[in-house]
């Protein structure tokens, strides 16, 4: 006697729901999320994301000043100008317009210099700092003043102390018997003048920065290195260093990147008394946008290459951070 059996029946797949509905449905759960999280979507928007598509748009025409769309009274002007496409990247990336490469050779020094001298300084600074000495925190308060002042303060101050007739360091070797000096006449003298007052401006974030490092280093590490006979030399550079691993790998990254645009300190400091030596990127592409006829393109142009060349930067280093600690 043989019984029939039937295969069950196939289980039918649930359309997926599309994304309206999926928008829906998230709406419905993560509202509250989504009401707090408008706003900074909203501002990085209006004061990100769309200059940043604008200058994107603007690198690929040939607007300037004479080309825009204007209103000279009552009458309006339309713009004129045509979409070129990768003309003005190649005209800086080839070199033909004359300015790249010299602004990225002292770009490159102004900021490997003012990184590596605030490192050294505000590390030096936090190891005097984490030891205990008396008025500690009246020092750690005295030395983050810098940080604390606003910018464009310290950075006139500095530049009263620079002026040739009636700044302090003139009169401090005028009463050594020695002549003025013109701090700030020559592109040598501006150069080393912007590296002085940013490197002041950037060691309490340094010293701040590796205090902390330091503080999370345990003690027993370097009891054990004296232990085993251990010069501080050698602490220093088996268990200080490696312990700061990972506060210095962050704050070179992001010094790095505050210096490669460090726009104020250069414009405050020497405003038009320059030849344009000491212009960074930066201080250029802001000097083709407003001097002159402007020209709006090319200097939307070098923004997106230093954009560019930040992010090419921040990858690579990131990756050789990584490889290093496989």
């Keep these: 006697m043989t019984t029939a059996t039937m295969d069950p029946p196939a289980r039918v797949k649930a359309p997926r729901p599309g994304l309206r509905t999926s928008l829906r449905r998230s709406w419905d759960k993560y509202w509250y999320a989504w009401v707090m999280v408008a706003p900074v979507i909203i501002v990085i928007g209006v004061l990100v994301l769309y200059p940043l598509a604008y200058g994107i748009y603007l690198s690929l025409t040939n607007a300037t000043e004479q080309n825009v769309a204007k209103d000279i009274g009552p009458v309006h002007i339309g713009a004129s100008y045509d979409f070129v496409g990768l003309h003005n990247y190649w005209q800086i990336i080839s070199g033909q317009d004359g300015d790249f490469y010299p602004r990225l050779e002292w ?127 050698q602490r220093f550079l088996n268990v200080t260093l490696p312990g700061l691993r990972p506060v210095t790998s962050t704050v070179i990254l992001l010094s790095t990147v505050w210096t490669f645009n460090m726009f ?63």
């Excluded at 303060?153 to 018997?177: C, E, K, P």
């Excluded at 701090?183 to 490197?199: C, D, E, M, S």
């Design 107 to 233: 770009t490159v020094i102004w900021t490997v210099s003012c990184v590596a001298i605030t490192y050294a300084i505000g590390l030096g600074m936090a190891m005097l700092l984490n030891r205990p000495v008396r008025f500690r925190l009246f020092y750690r308060l005295a030395l983050i003043l810098p940080w604390a002042v606003p910018a464009f303060i310290g950075v006139f101050a500095w530049r009263l102390m620079f002026n040739s007739q009636y700044g302090v360091f003139n009169d401090i070797i005028t009463h050594l018997g020695m002549p003025q000096q013109d701090w700030l006449g020559t592109p040598f003298a501006q150069k080393v003048a912007v590296i002085i007052v940013n490197v002041w401006c950037g060691v309490p974030f340094m010293m701040v920065a590796t205090l902390g490092g330091l503080q999370s280093i345990p003690n027993e590490l370097y009891e054990a290195a004296e232990m085993d006979g251990a010069t501080p030399l």
């Design 264 to 326: 104020p300190i250069i414009f405050l400091l020497l405003g038009n008394n320059t030849t344009g030596d000491t212009d960074i990127l930066v201080t250029y592409a802001y000097e083709k946008a407003f001097t002159g006829v402007s020209d709006y393109s090319g200097a939307a142009a070098y923004g997106i290459v230093i954009l560019l060349i930040l992010v090419a930067f921040s990858t690579f280093y990131r990756r050789q951070l990584k490889s290093e600690q496989v």
